[in-house]
């Protein structure tokens, strides 16, 4: 499964919503419904799922596109690596 999957697939099931109905232009609390207690799932499924340590991030860090938010796994993936 490729990053931009893995992190759709993190959203959905923090947030109890089918997978399909994420779109890279999807803000997480305004378009997908994500309140301040999802982001914090969010983030928990994100770590997990890929194996990172989120916790430096702020929730208001996580209120933004899908397609952002696939950026910035990128950016710590690579930054991991290091």
Do not use: W
């Not at 109890?16 to 309140?35: M, Q, T």
């Not at 929730?59 to 690579?78: G, H």
């Amino acid at each position: 499964m490729d990053i931009d999957s893995k992190v759709k697939q993190s959203i959905a099931s923090a947030l109890s919503i089918d997978v399909n109905s994420i779109k890279p232009e999807h803000y997480l609390v305004r378009d997908l419904g994500a309140d301040s207690l999802h982001l914090i799932m969010v983030q928990k499924t994100l770590e997990d799922n890929f194996g990172l340590d989120l916790n430096h991030l702020e929730s208001r860090d996580l209120n933004c596109k899908v397609s952002e938010l696939t950026i910035m796994i990128k950016y710590f993936m690579e930054k991991s690596k290091e």
